[in-house]
């Protein structure tokens, strides 16, 4: 398992992380992550441009399930 930290930002410069880490097992190939503002502090339909990335951290996060 590894975790991954998400970061979206207006102008490229700028970027803001994501409420919570990503946690991605060794089967998943795809997630889908859906901005309706709430993890990411700002509603994506007051900005003309939204930019993401994905950052892997240095250490698996350790979730309850």
Same mark, same amino acid.
């Given at each position: 398992n590894q975790s991954y930290i998400l970061e979206h %930002?207006?102008?490229? $410069?700028?970027? !803001?992380?994501?409420? %919570?880490?990503?946690? $991605?097992?060794? !089967?998943?190939?795809f997630i889908q992550i859906i901005d309706d503002g709430q993890d990411s502090y700002v509603d994506p339909a007051v900005s003309s441009k939204r930019f993401y990335r994905l950052l892997k951290t240095s250490e698996p996060s350790q979730m309850n399930q």
């Open positions: %930002s207006l102008d490229l $410069v700028t970027w !803001t992380s994501w409420l %919570s880490d990503l946690p $991605v097992s060794d !089967t998943t190939r």
